[in-house]
Nanobody, 119 residues
């Protein structure tokens, strides 16, 4: 059984930093594209950042220059370094991954981690 487990969410003051982690576990043949999404109260889930197998990255305009996505292939883990946090970054952050498992290729989501930024 494949799982994605996020960690690192916290309460932080505006201007502060956090680093989120997402570890994939289980029988994994290959990790393909992975990414972070977020959902604020009353809003739709939105893409924050993605990273491809060859390390290519993509960011939402709202986080460009402040957030950095990275990965550790040996640990099947991706990270989201969030700097200069703003109150509007408050949301539940979800990890997402396209994974090739024993049952074939599928898309997986983590349970989410809460980030709260106070003004």
């Amino acid at each position: 059984q494949v799982q994605l487990v996020e960690s690192g969410g916290a309460f932080v003051q505006a201007g502060g930093s956090l680093r989120l982690s997402c570890a994939a576990s289980g029988i994994i043949f290959s990790l393909n594209a992975m990414g972070w999404h977020r959902q604020a109260p009353g809003k739709q889930r939105e893409l924050v950042a993605t990273i491809t197998t060859d390390g290519g990255t993509n960011y939402a305009d709202s986080v460009k220059g402040r957030f950095t996505i990275s990965k550790d292939n040996a640990k099947n883990t991706i990270y989201l370094q969030m700097n200069s946090l703003k109150p509007e970054d408050t949301a539940v952050y979800y990890c997402n991954a396209d994974i090739h498992t024993t049952l074939g290729r599928a898309n997986f989501w983590g349970q989410g981690t809460q980030v709260t930024v106070s003004s």
